[in-house]
């Protein structure tokens, strides 16, 4: 799975002018730090935290982790 180091660097901006982290979403749903981190670059798929980042950041989780999901929405099964 290819990195999305620039979503990763503008999820981070957004999320610190909000004045919240990483480590904070983190902690609210009860994973490591580097959990989120790793979804937010792509090395891994999971919808509960591409939802709880996207809602802190005020964008569509379809949008901003666009390349897991379909032209309707529909989450695309993640393959090894």
Do not use: W
């Not at 999305?4 to 909000?18: S, Y």
């Not at 996207?54 to 929405?73: A, C, M, P, Q, V």
């Amino acid at each position: 799975m290819e990195k999305n180091i620039e979503r990763h660097r503008m999820i981070k901006a957004e999320l610190r002018r909000r004045g919240l982290t990483l480590a904070g979403i983190a902690e609210d749903l009860g994973k490591k730090p580097t959990s989120i981190s790793g979804c937010c670059l792509g090395r891994f798929y999971s919808q509960a935290i591409q939802e709880e980042v996207s809602r802190r950041i005020e964008r569509s989780h379809t949008d901003l982790f666009n390349e897991r999901y379909d032209e309707k929405g529909a989450a695309i099964p993640q393959t090894r």
